[in-house]
């Protein structure tokens, strides 16, 4: 399909809304989404990714394309990921303006007319920012903000604190993200990534309607580090800053062994100093090779260049577009 065909059959406005086993909340999310949308007046369209659910997502949503031909379908041939599955709607969606959404209601759908207001006034990216994160522990609390705060210290992209996936993104913003060749996705950076004019819309964060997170720590770990990584190579030139500093610490303290030696004569050596520089020199060391590990691992997968997801199927979409 050519991009002025593309054009012809677009749009105004789609809802990507990547699926982990949601078919508990799956109703709710639509009639509260369709509610509000209709509202709007838009020509609308909600690509669903189902990311292989094993609950019946798949066969529930299908119920609901018999219903509104407006619901599309994308379905992942296996559980990829939720930046995975939000990458494949992005891909296949076809609105003028994008709004990509957790279908857990945790971001409210009454907030896309503000959005779409914004978006109206010229902004290209219309962040949803949180205002308060009803229903998520202190501890993930604390460790978003110092992971956010280490994230923006660190990565030139910049994006307001406390924001997730749910934003307005115009049809640029969504083409410039499509465009990027890495098949590794830490899609809140990478959804910023190509800049444009950005607007901010302030929420309050609703506890999960159903279900539960599939965000376990590990995982986020793993994200967190992904994330940094993805943008950052700070990680990996502070080690020459460091080896400076012991380089020149181990002269200076050469030097001073040296003129003690000279001094007053021999000395016993001491065990627990020497220990002590050992132990530090091959902790620093083992650090170092740990975090090019984690570089090299990553450049690793880069390389291999396997797809980010792959399609089983797709309801309603062209999947020849990208
Ligand atoms: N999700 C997904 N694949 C996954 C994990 C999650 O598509 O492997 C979807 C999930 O169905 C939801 C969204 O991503 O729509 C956010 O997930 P969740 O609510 O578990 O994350 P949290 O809100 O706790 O950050
Ligand atoms: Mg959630």
Redesign the pocket.
Known sequence: MSACERAAVAVELSLV??????AQGLDAFMTRVTGVLDATGMDYEIVC?N?GSRDDTLARLREHRRRDARVKVVNLSR????EP?LCAGLALCRGRAVVPI???L?DPPELIPQLIEKWREGFDVVYAVRRSRAGEGVLKRATSSVFWRIHNALIAVSIPANT?IFRLMSRRAVDALNALPEKQRFMKTLMSFAGFPAAEVAFERAP?TAG????PWGKMWTAALDGITAFSTLPLRVWSYVGLAVSVSAFAYAVFLVVSKLAYGGQVPGYASLMVVVLFLGGVQLITLGVLGEYLGRIFHEVKARPTYIIESTEGLDESVD
């Open positions: 809304v990547p699926m982990f086993d949601e990714v990311d559980n990829f990921g939720q599955a957790d279908a857990d945790q997730g999960r539960a997170t599939k965000w």
